[in-house]
């Protein structure tokens, strides 16, 4: 038994993960869409088009609602449902893994790299205990589709309303307001689903939060000196860099969709604010949602980075005077110059140390993670762009895409 693993009883190492065993990953089982599946993503990424997309663009031209060039009444001018299904719903299904596997290298390295210490190991265990029943509990998974469904109707609302929009999603029969066939399976599977993908995912967020949050509460063993300038966590700064991809697929699928819709078929400028507003809120608040957990290190680091430069000051300090002293008193060469040499060297290595201390970061990121989590919620917002400043071209671009997939779908 080595060192590391000594300390801990086989009933007390649980392993760390936030998608093991739930209800989806249950589903997925029985699909034979495990994650030991081959080709395991590139299955559900097509699964998740064939249940969403494809069955709404069949409906819509079985219904007459595809055709008509640029118009909200025409499906395959909908430039949200691209975004969503097509674009959107995939990338969530290639960020789950990426985020499964670095959340739990940080959990791996929390132990290998010895920064929780011994005496808070079953604290750390009692974390992964407590994820563990949370990951697999149902009650999540219900929330997660009871809200997906309110989200449904909330959208569905307008267009019953005394004064509603012409879409694809309803048609007038007789008196009344009924839902079209490519808009019951929209609003009743395709939506509620992917709104589902992206909550599941969002509580799982919640779920890493709180681990953090546990973590922070413990004893660190952080090192100062260590070369990431973040006493040894900065692994943390890189996990939360991955979930740079949930970033991009969100801004894709719920912002930007949303807002070139707005432009291309209700035809908004970017002075409305349900145009600006969606934009800028998101490219700013997205990346904080990820980067304002790592201050709650900010106590452990601080306190670390300053007793650690009380200590080598006054190390510092005392072996350059020392240096000095010799090299003013010793006028007749008694000191050979390997002492020189070697004190010379230590004072350097010293001075270095001390420097490197002083430009240790007391919040665990760094300028590559600040610049994946940025960079995916601005490069989402930017894909709204050309319908901005190209919107003619934008347009027939578009029209032409929903002509070739309609062409497809439909077999001609």
Not at 135 to 147: E, G, H, P, T
């Amino acid at each position: 038994m080595t060192a590391k693993t000594a300390h801990k009883s086989p009933s007390e190492a649980v392993a760390f993960s936030l998608f093991d065993g739930d209800w989806l990953h249950r589903i997925y089982g029985a699909l034979h869409l495990s994650n030991r599946a081959r080709f395991a993503i590139f299955k559900r990424c097509l699964a998740i088009v064939v249940i969403t997309w494809l069955p709404v663009a069949a409906f819509a031209l079985v219904s007459g609602n595809a055709h008509g060039g640029m118009v909200a009444t025409n499906f395959f001018a909908d430039f949200a449902a691209y975004a969503q299904f097509l674009i959107g719903l995939p990338l969530f299904m290639i960020a789950e893994p990426i985020i499964d596997e670095s959340t739990r290298s940080v959990a791996r390295q929390l132990i290998s790299c010895d920064i929780v210490k011994p005496k808070d190991r079953k604290k750390l265990y009692h974390a992964h205990r407590q994820i563990a029943r949370l990951r697999k509990a149902y009650w999540s998974d219900i929330v997660c589709v009871l809200i997906a469904y309110s989200f449904s109707v909330i959208i569905l609302v307008p267009e019953f309303g005394p004064h509603p929009p012409s879409t694809w999603h309803v048609m007038d029969f007789r008196e009344w307001r009924i839902l079209t066939a490519p808009g019951v399976w929209e609003f009743l599977i395709a939506l509620p689903l992917m709104s589902y993908v992206w909550l599941r995912l969002m509580w799982k967020i919640v779920l890493w939060i709180f681990y953090l949050q546990r973590v922070a509460r413990m004893d660190l063993d952080l090192h100062p000196t260590h070369p990431d300038l973040t006493g040894g966590i900065g692994f943390i700064s890189e996990a939360q860099g991955r979930f740079a991809i949930f970033i991009l697929a969100y801004g894709i699928s719920n912002v930007a969709s949303t807002v070139a819709y707005k432009i291309t078929i209700e035809h908004f400028g970017f002075d409305v604010m349900p145009v600006w507003g969606p934009l800028v809120l998101f490219a700013v608040g997205a990346p904080l949602l990820f980067l304002t957990p790592l201050l709650m290190f900010t106590k452990h680091l601080y306190s670390s980075k300053d007793r650690a430069l009380a200590v080598y000051r006054e190390r510092v300090t005392a072996q350059g005077r020392s240096v000095e002293s010799r090299w003013l008193m010793d006028d007749n060469g008694a000191q050979s110059t390997s002492d020189e040499i070697r004190e010379l060297a230590e004072l350097a290595t010293m001075s270095t140390m001390f420097l490197h201390i002083e430009k240790m970061r007391v919040v665990p990121f760094d300028l590559r993670s600040l610049a994946q989590l940025m960079g995916s919620s601005f490069g989402s917002v930017a894909t709204v762009l050309p319908f901005l400043h190209f919107g003619k071209d934008a347009q027939n671009i578009l029209e032409t895409i929903g002509k070739l997939l309609g062409h497809l779908v439909g077999g001609n």
